[in-house]
């Protein structure tokens, strides 16, 4: 069965609607806003956040914080792919680097990161670390991906390295680059909460999700969750698009 | 260019066996045979582009130009970014493309274009780059009558007494390009 735009769409918003009708019900069942608080509560609660000081420099502090990890995680993970494609020593030299990063736990890197620098840039440290492998790999895969008809086109033509980048690697690497991007920024931000969670630098988002565990707040915990989904959704979009943008007027 | 090919084969398919060929330097010409004759395989040891063959080769060209089989096109940039790949700059490459009848289609994404714009594409393409010898592989695969002499006539005219060999199994390509020498495979 064909379902359009217009129809998809209002099926998945009834999805949504459906599972906040869900929430809704349980919460009265429930009947205890400490255990499961209602939708209604959040929201309330989420509003009187927004109209909080506090609220928007905490909200900064992690977003800032984040994205200078997302962006360091970025550069390197873009320099490290295209030197282990062109090295095949450089790739042996990175390949356990990006193994263990892969396989240790979040907590354990987080603990590990404390004792070498302080809290405030905890997050930063974390969501690099835990972007890095995921860019490299999908980039990497992406140069490997190239197709060699075209590259053995581009000898014959005597094409320079720089219009090979542009109008090849560039076209064959960013439909990798792409759907690792939007896993990148999710895991980003999710480790990165988590780090402040375990490191609690003062004035982050992370802080305030553990006082409102500690102070049994839990319609502050949903609104601050609440916050972290809406930010993961509008920087995922935000950066998809500019990546597809940019990436369009460099191969025009 | 000399190639005396003792023996080529892929895997346990051997191509050619105690085989010679001479190009005479300057001529056209045309390698005539059926489908999994070796056509394409003798056009690449011609072009040097294959070396891995018991046998020797003498005077192969420095800089072959070759208009490959498959369009070997980047799919998902549009057709003047193909063009610009060997083009000097965006104007040259904008004339190179109202050349090949494609003006319009030019902003189009090439997993857009039909198999006969792709060609003339690749054909446009093809005339860039100044080698010493060309080398053409069915240049007019998915051409119509009209496009493959439209074809024809700028290759000529971009061969420029230059050493030219080109492969086909259709004999009107034959007699739209011309041939000074014809080898037959079987």
Redesign the interface.
Known sequence: MKISTLSSKALRTAAVLFWIAVWAAASVLIGEELFLPSPWSVVMRLIILLGEGEFWLSSLFTISRILLGFFLALCTAMITASLSAAFPLFRILMDPVVRIIRATPVASIVILVLVWISSRNLSAVISAMMVFPIIYTNVLQGIDGT?K??L???D????SIL??IR??YI??V??YFLSSLSIALGLGWKSGIAAEVIGLPDGSIGERVYEAKIYLSTPDLFAWTVVIIILAYLFERVFLFLASYSAGRI?? | MKVRIDRKAFGDEVIFSGVSFDIPDGKCTAVLGPSGSGKTTLLRILSGLDRDYEGTSENLPVRPVILFQEDRLVENINAISNLMLVAKDRKTAEEALAASGLGEDGRKVVRELSGGMRRKLAIARFLFPEGDALFLDEPFRALDDESRREAAERILKHRNGRTMVYITHDPDDLSILGADFTIHLS
């Open positions: 197709d008809e075209i053995e086109m581009a014959v033509y005597g094409v219009k090979r109008y090849i076209p064959s960013l439909p191969t025009r």
